[in-house]
């Protein structure tokens, strides 16, 4: 993919050093920014496919990144967004998700040096689809089952599909690493959108609120 590509990152060695990852690994670094407001200023300067934002940038080193994230969807949707962040931030995640899924991904910085994958999740978001970092997912649904609004419990294998499906993957990859036929991964999707109470929409669309439905009826236990 020809993928145009700004980063943001308060950290300058951090920031050169995606930059120049991403370059070798074939992508176009089109901008870089130490803050919020260079971001927003490269974007719409550069309209890249894809922006890689930290999530915590100066001054407050709070939610600068998902505020900009935010500005960035409302005014230029085109632009996909992929978050950074240093540690789990449950309700970081959370606010991504209830966003809408499309176009945005949430990694940890620690998925920078697993290159392949990085790249694979990049490309991903830019080409309007959604990457969540496993280790996300897990603290997010690693939880006791729950009740659904139809009193059926979501089995343990419903929950490893869920957990792909929130991480972005498609039915033969959720397939690939469930060992499952694509059938009987389409077999417990329908099921998992039934036992949530989710009626016949665009698949898409379906997919998002599956994750988002689970994840509002455990977020009081997530810490």
């Known amino acids: 993919m020809n993928v145009r ?5 308060d950290s300058a060695l951090l920031r050169r050093g995606l ?4 370059t070798a ?19 719409r300067k550069e309209r890249p496919d894809v922006a890689v934002v930290d999530i915590r940038m100066p001054p407050s080193y709070t939610t600068e990144g998902i ?10 949707p085109e632009t996909g967004i992929l978050l950074l ?13 209830e966003g809408g899924a499309n176009d945005l991904g949430y990694l940890l910085k620690e998925r920078v040096s697993d290159i392949d994958d990085f790249v694979d999740a990049l490309c991903r978001v830019a080409s309007g689809g959604t990457a969540v970092d496993p280790d ?26 869920l957990e792909l499906m929130a991480e972005g993957r498609t039915n033969q990859a959720i397939g690939r690493s ?21 009626r016949p929409e665009p698949e898409d669309h ?3 609120l599956a994750v988002l439905r689970y994840l509002r009826s455990t977020q009081g236990s997530v810490p």
């Open 5 to 9: 590509v700004a980063v943001a990152d």
């Open 19 to 22: 930059s120049a990852l991403l």
């Open 25 to 43: 690994e074939g992508l176009a670094v089109v901008g870089e920014a130490a803050d919020a407001d260079e971001l927003l200023k490269c974007v």
């Open 67 to 76: 505020d900009a994230a935010r500005t960035i969807r409302r005014s230029q």
């Open 85 to 97: 962040s240093q540690y789990v931030e449950t309700e970081s995640a959370m606010n991504l998700l």
């Open 136 to 161: 996300v997912v897990e603290r997010l649904t690693g939880r006791p089952r729950v009740r659904s609004t139809d009193s059926e419990d979501l089995t343990g294998r419903d929950l490893d599909v």
């Open 178 to 198: 469930l060992f499952l036929g694509e059938r009987t991964v389409e077999t417990h999707i329908h099921r998992i959108f039934r036992k949530l109470g989710l």
């Open 206 to 208: 379906r997919r998002v």
